[in-house]
């Protein structure tokens, strides 16, 4: 019995040593199990860290590039006369002279086409519609992607225009005697109005609307105390703007300054011009003064975008390129020979200055991506969606184009 007791013992045992087996074997195979998956997890992340070098090094190497050629990837042949002037609306050209507008693509199909006898046609653009009025006279085309919406005929002298992107028009028209400031929807409605007489004082030279409609900006000129000064008046159409006087939610002045120029680049943020200073306000119910920025040199041209402004100065050697950041901050500055005649923002953010047939192109870190002399006069430059795919639009010709 006593035997048989202790074989059974050594059964029971030989099991339990064998369920430690077991469980050693189990967890062994789940090490080499974790092993593995951390070795294949440092592999993938080998490999994407080497993909994001790859590509960091790509788009360096894309922006410190330089071309000074192109190939031709499309062409078609154009004849306009030599008052015919050009612009980008959207993805699409705008070709316009005394006698009407026409919008085509990149290949010159046409896409909408406008007659109209203007003097001095003009366009204001937001994102989704474009504005084309006679400066100095009384017509106005509100426009959208697909076509003229509204034709407008004011009964005074238009002086400035800017539209929003519900299309809605802030109108600044004078003459002598007053000026006149009005609101028109997109529909020919009107929204709002307001009078100024040269002998109270403050005299409108610009007008400013946000890209929702909701605000509106003037620029005045103020002599009536001896003196000339600038004042920048902002209204507010919300609920905040209901409460005040007029819509009027904020004065700025400025002592022996012109200030000839302001203009919405979003919602919340304008941009005001003059010869010796750069202002940026900033708010979505009451703007206030956010920077300052003073110029050193009088600048021959100021132009700006939704993010940087810049201006170019004349200079011993030619002109000087500066960009500033809406803070006020200088973050570009390049000298170039060129006596330009244009001077603009690229769709792409690039610059571009041009004396109509020497072209140079610079990206917002200082370096010049292109340069080329053409054999024929260059109107315009736009950009596409690649960095290295433009729009060349010559006397003769509109190209698609590669630089290389």
């Given at each position: 019995?006593?035997e048989q007791n202790y074989r059974n013992k050594g059964i029971a045992m030989a099991n339990k040593n064998g369920f430690?087996?077991?469980?050693?074997?189990?967890?062994?195979?789940?090490?080499?199990?974790?092993?593995?998956?951390?070795?294949?997890?440092?592999?993938?992340?080998?490999?994407?860290?080497?993909?994001?070098?790859?590509?960091?090094?790509?788009?360096?190497?894309?922006?410190?590039?330089?071309?000074?050629?192109?190939?031709?990837?499309?062409?078609?042949?154009?004849?306009?006369?030599?008052?015919?002037?050009?612009?980008?609306?959207?993805?699409?050209?705008?070709?316009?002279?005394?006698?009407?507008?026409?919008?085509?693509?990149?290949?010159?199909?046409?896409?909408?086409?406008?007659?109209?006898?203007?003097?001095?046609?003009?366009l204001a653009k937001s994102d989704d519609y474009l504005a084309i009025f006679d400066c100095g006279g009384t017509e106005?085309?509100?426009?959208?992607?697909?076509?003229?919406?509204?034709?407008?005929?004011?009964?005074?002298?238009?002086?400035?225009?800017?539209?929003?992107?519900?299309?809605?028009?802030?109108?600044?028209?004078?003459?002598?005697?007053?000026?006149?400031?009005?609101?028109?929807?997109?529909?020919?409605?009107?929204?709002?109005?307001?009078?100024?007489?040269?002998?109270?004082?403050?005299?409108?030279?610009?007008?400013?609307?946000?890209?929702?409609?909701?605000?509106?900006?003037?620029?005045?000129?103020?002599?009536?105390?001896?003196?000339?000064?600038?004042?920048?008046?902002?209204?507010?159409?919300?609920?905040?703007?209901?409460?005040?006087?007029?819509?009027?939610?904020?004065?700025?002045?400025?002592?022996?300054?012109?200030?000839?120029?302001?203009?919405?680049?979003?919602?919340?943020?304008?941009?005001?011009?003059?010869?010796?200073?750069?202002?940026?306000?900033?708010?979505?119910?009451?703007?206030?003064?956010?920077?300052?920025?003073?110029?050193?040199?009088?600048?021959?041209?100021?132009?700006?975008?939704?993010?940087?402004?810049?201006?170019?100065?004349?200079?011993?050697?030619?002109?000087?390129?500066?960009?500033?950041?809406?803070?006020?901050?200088?973050?570009?500055?390049?000298?170039?020979?060129?006596?330009?005649?244009?001077?603009?923002?690229?769709?792409?953010?690039?610059?571009?200055?041009?004396?109509?047939?020497?072209?140079?192109?610079?990206?917002?870190?200082?370096?010049?991506?292109?340069?080329?002399?053409?054999?024929?006069?260059?109107?315009?430059?736009?950009?596409?969606?690649?960095?290295?795919?433009?729009?060349?639009?010559?006397?003769?010709?509109?190209?698609?184009?590669?630089?290389?």
């Amino acid at each position: 019995m006593a035997e048989q007791n202790y074989r059974n013992k050594g059964i029971a045992m030989a099991n339990k040593n064998g369920f430690q087996t077991i469980e050693s074997d189990i967890e062994e195979m789940n090490e080499q199990i974790r092993s593995h998956r951390r070795a294949i997890a440092r592999r993938i992340l080998c490999v994407v860290g080497i993909l994001i070098i790859i590509f960091a090094a790509t788009q360096l190497y894309l922006a410190l590039r330089t071309y000074s050629s192109y190939r031709i990837d499309h062409k078609t042949e154009r004849r306009d006369s030599e008052a015919v002037s050009f612009d980008f609306f959207g993805k699409n050209i705008v070709k316009y002279t005394n006698d009407g507008a026409i919008c085509m693509d990149g290949q010159n199909m046409q896409i909408w086409n406008q007659s109209y006898e203007m003097t001095t046609p003009t366009l204001a653009k937001s994102d989704d519609y474009l504005a084309i009025f006679d400066c100095g006279g009384t017509e106005v085309y509100i426009i959208s992607e697909s076509g003229t919406q509204k034709h407008l005929e004011m009964a005074r002298p238009i002086r400035a225009l800017s539209v929003s992107n519900q299309g809605t028009v802030a109108v600044l028209m004078k003459d002598e005697e007053k000026a006149v400031v009005k609101l028109y929807n997109k529909e020919g409605d009107e929204l709002a109005n307001g009078e100024f007489y040269l002998q109270n004082g403050a005299f409108p030279v610009d007008v400013a609307l946000s890209f929702d409609a909701k605000k509106m900006a003037l620029s005045l000129v103020d002599a009536s105390e001896g003196k000339m000064k600038s004042v920048i008046r902002f209204y507010n159409f919300g609920s905040v703007g209901k409460n005040e006087i007029d819509n009027n939610v904020g004065n700025f002045e400025y002592e022996e300054m012109l200030i000839p120029e302001i203009e919405y680049v979003s919602n919340d943020k304008m941009v005001a011009l003059s010869d010796s200073e750069i202002m940026i306000f900033e708010g979505s119910e009451k703007p206030q003064l956010a920077s300052e920025q003073k110029l050193e040199i009088q600048p021959r041209s100021i132009i700006y975008n939704k993010n940087y402004i810049a201006t170019a100065s004349q200079n011993e050697e030619g002109y000087q390129i500066s960009l500033y950041n809406f803070r006020g901050k200088e973050v570009m500055k390049v000298e170039t020979d060129i006596m330009y005649r244009d001077f603009y923002f690229l769709e792409n953010g690039e610059m571009c200055i041009s004396d109509g047939n020497s072209v140079e192109l610079y990206t917002t870190h200082s370096i010049r991506k292109f340069h080329y002399v053409f054999d024929t006069d260059i109107y315009r430059i736009l950009s596409q969606g690649s960095g290295t795919n433009y729009i060349f639009i010559l006397s003769d010709s509109t190209q698609e184009v590669h630089l290389r």
